[in-house]
């Protein structure tokens, strides 16, 4: 896994975990480290009105709702999660 899938990986994972109380330390968190990831190698196909899948990364709607296959992230599960496992190259 290279180290970009590493980072993402471990940020989505806290983000789907993380609690109440923390979650303006998420957002900064967030916006710093997360949606960079995400703007370089998702958002080409997964933002906007065009989005592969139905799936669209760009709005915590589209996380939580996700796409044909279901929810992108499925808090506290991170081993269920479908956005995890594609970054770690766990699911063509």
């Excluded at 710093?32 to 709005?59: F, M, Q, W």
Aim: glycine residues 12%; contains cysteine.
């Amino acid at each position: 896994m290279t180290m970009t899938a590493r980072i993402l990986a471990f940020a989505v994972l806290a983000i789907a975990t993380a609690g109440v109380s923390a979650a303006e330390d998420g957002l900064a968190f967030f916006e710093k480290r997360i949606r960079p990831l995400l703007v370089e190698h998702c958002y080409g196909c997964h933002a906007g009105v065009n989005s592969k899948g139905g799936l669209l990364l760009d709005t915590e709607q589209g996380w939580k709702s996700g796409g044909k296959r279901g929810p992108a992230i499925v808090p506290g599960k991170a081993d269920e999660s479908l956005l995890i496992r594609a970054v770690r190259h766990e699911d063509p």
